[in-house]
């Protein structure tokens, strides 16, 4: 017969038999469920959704090993933590396939060499301690292994596109390579190239060449854009592109590719401060498309970039950074484009305004991608770059807003519909010439298509935007070639909003209320208590317990 000591002995070893298992089976349950609070204002610590599909969608084992040397002091004091957490984040999604593993080089020397042997660079950093300052190698790189892949995240020292980083670098691991899309830069014509061209060009091109296969592309000569080219980018031509350019680019949109132009109608000529006109020779082959570049100029004296302009003080010479009007800053951007998700602010340096055609054919839409602001103008005509004539409004200028870049879809007509097919210029080096797997045969000749595919156009009034827009850029790209998995994630920044520049009337408004408001409320209150000071008294009321009843 159970005593009640022994009820109470065998009650207490059940409970914690069960505690155990429930806390157990919760620690399981938690290692493949991840729940967490984020209250930012864009979620922009939990992990987009198109992360978790990615990662889900990885169908071998993924092992991220993280070469970080332990003890930095700021600004990375906490980024091991930070990248390990986010790569855990990952591996929650990863249906258990995925392990996450930390290694600090600086105290395993072998470890040292198999970083090295992956491709991961070393950087510099100054230890600092107590009264001394030390140079030192430290690591802080990434590398993932998928089976016989590998890819390497070279040097984590930015973690506002973190998650971005991760997610393309699983993208890249699981994609075939002949399933890479091939990305033609078009050159011949004064175009930017980025086998020379140091700078934001290049940078641009190493980005992109992370993920498409980036190839030159002349135009004007023998042979057609090769079928496995899936977009071209038309940057900035400095001379006008002949009737067999043009007829490339045409077919090349007819089959279906993709084509994004930038294109410049000015060029600054800062010796003298003048513009120079350009002519790219694009304007009937986009006019045929339903846009127009305008041969303007956007000023805007409120919201703009800055140029480095030479001064002189104190009797000696030197360069200033100078908020400059010729550098328009679009912050109207589109609200459903996915290209500009995330972005605060673009830039379009020397820019001119785009027009789209009322009577654009049956099918094709036109969006605004940017607009300058209600702050800015345009000149036709501008005689001087020098910021400081160009600093008031001037009496040619019209008022803003302006489009700055327009994209398309939908099915063309060809320009040459109505027009012999121009011969190849004997001058200009076949399509071919800049790929390095050319063996010498003559280019395809591809037959001449009068009505187009479905496709998408880009059309920007700035070449010098290329450089200074790259992580629109990439979003383009992707655009362009209808891989639209990352734009999102790219748009996720953990980087606080810019803030909005105020008027001048705004800053005297603000400045007087802060001045003012301490003075006036005291003065107030003060008035009010004297008011209530001088109220007269009101006679007493008799308590009722002190009324009599007539006898």
């Not at 010439?433 to 595919?453: H, K, M, T, V």
Request: aromatic share 6%.
């Amino acid at each position: 017969m159970m005593t009640p000591r022994r009820n109470l002995i065998l009650n207490s070893h059940l409970q914690m038999v069960l505690t155990v298992l429930i806390v157990l089976l919760a620690n399981g349950f938690a290692a493949f469920h991840v729940a967490r609070i984020d209250l930012s204002g864009e979620r922009l610590y939990t992990l987009d959704e198109a992360s978790k599909q990615i990662v889900q969608t990885m169908d071998r084992p993924i092992v991220a090993r993280v070469y970080f040397t332990h003890g930095l002091g700021a600004p990375y004091q906490n980024h091991e933590q930070l990248v390990k957490d986010k790569l855990g984040e990952f591996a929650s999604y990863a249906r258990g396939r995925m392990t996450v593993e930390a290694v600090d080089p600086a105290v395993d020397p072998d470890s040292a060499g198999k970083a090295a042997a992956f491709g991961l660079q070393q950087l510099d950093y100054t230890f600092h301690d107590q009264d001394r300052a030390e140079l030192r190698k430290i690591w802080m790189g990434v590398v993932l292994l998928y089976g016989d892949r590998q890819e390497v995240l070279p040097a984590v020292t930015n973690l506002d596109t973190l998650e971005y980083d991760i997610a393309a670098a699983f993208v890249r691991l699981r994609t075939k390579r002949e399933d890479v899309k091939t990305l033609g830069w078009a050159i011949g014509d004064g175009e930017p190239d980025y086998t020379r061209d140091a700078g934001p060009v290049r940078t641009l091109a190493s980005e992109l060449s992370r993920k498409f296969v980036l190839r030159q592309i002349p135009l004007g000569g023998a042979g057609s854009i090769p079928e496995d080219v899936s977009a071209m980018l038309v940057i900035g031509p400095q001379t006008a592109l002949g009737e067999r350019a043009l007829y490339q680019l045409d077919q090349f949109v007819m089959r279906g590719g993709a084509l994004a132009a930038f294109v410049t109608n000015t060029r600054p000529d800062l010796r003298t401060m003048r513009p120079q006109r350009v002519s790219s020779g694009l304007d009937p082959l986009l006019g045929s498309f339903g846009v127009r570049v305008n041969r303007d100029l956007v000023l805007d004296r409120v919201q703009n970039g800055q140029m480095r302009f030479p001064v002189r003080a104190g009797g000696g010479s030197g360069y200033r950074d100078v908020n400059y009007p010729l550098i328009p800053k679009a912050i109207d951007l589109s609200k459903t484009n996915v290209m500009v998700g995330g972005t605060e602010a673009l830039l379009f340096p020397f820019a001119s305004t785009v027009a789209v055609s009322e009577a654009l054919p049956m099918g094709v839409k036109a969006e605004v991608l940017a607009q300058s602001s209600e702050s800015s103008g345009v000149v036709e005509r501008l005689e001087t770059l020098d910021p400081t004539k160009i600093a008031n409004v001037l009496s040619s200028e019209k008022r803003g807003p302006f489009p700055l870049i327009v994209a398309m879809t939908g099915s063309f007509r060809s320009f040459f519909e109505s027009r012999p097919v121009p011969p190849p210029d004997p001058d200009a080096p076949s399509v071919n010439a800049a790929n390095p797997d050319d063996d010498g045969s003559p280019p395809a000749e591809s037959p001449q298509q009068l009505e187009g595919a479905s496709t998408r156009l880009v059309i920007a009034g700035s070449a010098d935007f290329v450089a200074n827009n790259q992580n629109f850029m990439l979003n383009l790209c992707d655009w362009l070639v209808a891989d639209e998995s990352l734009l999102g994630i790219r748009g996720k920044a953990s980087s606080l909003p810019a803030l909005r520049p105020t008027e001048p009337r705004e800053r005297t408004a603000w400045k007087a209320l802060q001045i003012l408001w301490a003075p006036v409320g005291l003065l107030l209150y003060g008035a009010a208590r004297q008011r209530r000071r001088r109220r007269p008294a009101s006679s007493p009321r008799t308590p009722p317990s002190a009324r009599k009843e007539p006898t």
